[in-house]
C-alpha cells in the first residue's frame, strides 16, 4: 500500500491552522519569506523538518515518498543544520 504526499494546499492550510503561514515560519528560523516553499516541491530535509516540526509530526507523515524506500522501511534523512559558534 503506497501512501501519497500531502498535496501542496494541504501542507499550507496545516500551518495556517497552526495560526502561521510558510513566509513566516521561514522568516521566524531566519530565511527569506519564500524559501520554505521550495520544500513542498523538491526533497529540502532542513525545510521539511522546519514545517513538520511546527505541525508537531514527523516529516515522514507529510512526504511518505521521500522518507519510505520501496520497502516500506524508513530512510534515514537528516536535516544538515549549520551550527555557528558563538
Not at 2 to 11: M, S
Not at 17 to 35: E, F, P, V, Y
Not at 55 to 80: F, M, Q, T
Amino acid at each position: 500500500m503506497e501512501k501519497n504526499n500531502w498535496h501542496h494546499a494541504d501542507i499550507i492550510a496545516a500551518l495556517h491552522k497552526a495560526n502561521t503561514t510558510l513566509a513566516a515560519l521561514s522568516r521566524q528560523h531566519g530565511l527569506r519569506s519564500s524559501t520554505l516553499a521550495n520544500a513542498l516541491s523538491r526533497p529540502w530535509p532542513k525545510g521539511e523538518w522546519l514545517i513538520a516540526d511546527r505541525l508537531s509530526i514527523h516529516p515522514s507523515v507529510i512526504w511518505p515518498g521521500r522518507y519510505y524506500g520501496k520497502d516500506g522501511v524508513l530512510k534515514e534523512r537528516k536535516a544538515r543544520i549549520v551550527r555557528k559558534n558563538i
